[in-house]
C-alpha cells in the first residue's frame, strides 16, 4: 500500500511522478486549500496553464472527467475522481505581497508562492517561472458582475481529488496559507502517490476476482 505523505499547515512540498502514476491530494480534517502546480520533467519551460486548460475544458471549474493542460497545449493530468468537486484557477498563489496588500499586514507571513519556491529550487526552478496554480478545494464565488469572494472550503473531513499523470512531471504541492481560503484555520494537506505499476497490479488483482 502507497504510503501518506504530509504537508503541515503552511508549508509545501515538492516531488516527482511519472507517466501512469495517480497522485491523491486528501484534505484530511476538511475545509482546507492546496495549490498544485506541474512541470514536464523533460523539459520544465512546459507547465501547467490555466488558460489553455480553461480553453481546453470549457470551464472554469474543474472536477473529474477534465483535464488539466500544459502552456503547449499537452495535456498534463486527468482528474479521475474528486469528491468534493470545488477547485479552480481564479487565483494566483498566495505570496508575501498578497498579505502586504489585501491583508495590509506588513509583518511576515507564510505563503503559497514562497513555500512552492522553497521546495521546487531542488529541481532548479525559479520563482519567476512559478505560474498560476490549480487550486485544490478552493471556493471562489462570483457574481454577475464577476466579483469575486473567497468562501470557507465546501471541502469534508477525508475529501480528495486524484489525478493520472498524463507525463512525467514535477509537482508542487501546498497547504494553503492565505486565512480566508481556509476559513481562518490551518491545517495539513495529505498526498498519495500510486505508482503505474501499482496501479496496474490493482486492476488485474481487481479483475481477477
Given amino acids: 500500500m502507497s504510503s501518506i505523505n504530509v504537508i503541515p499547515p503552511q508549508s509545501g512540498a515538492a516531488f516527482k511522478i511519472s507517466k501512469g502514476d495517480v497522485l491523491t491530494v486528501i484534505d484530511p480534517l476538511g475545509k482546507q486549500v492546496s495549490d498544485m502546480v506541474l512541470f514536464n520533467n523533460a523539459d520544465k519551460k512546459e507547465k501547467i496553464s490555466s488558460g ?6 470549457e470551464t472554469i471549474l474543474l472536477s473529474k472527467g477534465n483535464f488539466l493542460w500544459s502552456n503547449r497545449s499537452q495535456k498534463m493530468m486527468e482528474i479521475i475522481e474528486d469528491t468534493n468537486g470545488r477547485n479552480d484557477f481564479l487565483l494566483a498563489p498566495c505570496s508575501p505581497e498578497t498579505f502586504k496588500i489585501m491583508y495590509n499586514n506588513p509583518s511576515y507571513h507564510p505563503s503559497c508562492l514562497e513555500n512552492l519556491n ?3 529550487l531542488q529541481f532548479h526552478i525559479d520563482l519567476d517561472e512559478i ?3 490549480f487550486n485544490i478545494f478552493m ?3 462570483f457574481d454577475k458582475e464577476g466579483k469575486l469572494k473567497v468562501l470557507p472550503p465546501t471541502s469534508k473531513q477525508g475529501d480528495l481529488i486524484r489525478f493520472k499523470a498524463e507525463m512525467d512531471l514535477i509537482v508542487g504541492l501546498t497547504a494553503c496559507s492565505a486565512e480566508d481560503s481556509n476559513g481562518g484555520v490551518f491545517k495539513p494537506i495529505h498526498f498519495i502517490v500510486t505508482t503505474s505499476k501499482s496501479v496496474a497490479k490493482d486492476i488485474i488483482n481487481f479483475n481477477q476476482q
Avoid: G
Wanted: proline share 7%.
Fill in 118 to 120: 522553497k521546495n521546487l
Fill in 52 to 57: 489553455k486548460t480553461m480553453d481546453f475544458e
Fill in 131 to 133: 505560474p498560476t496554480a
Fill in 139 to 141: 471556493n471562489v464565488q
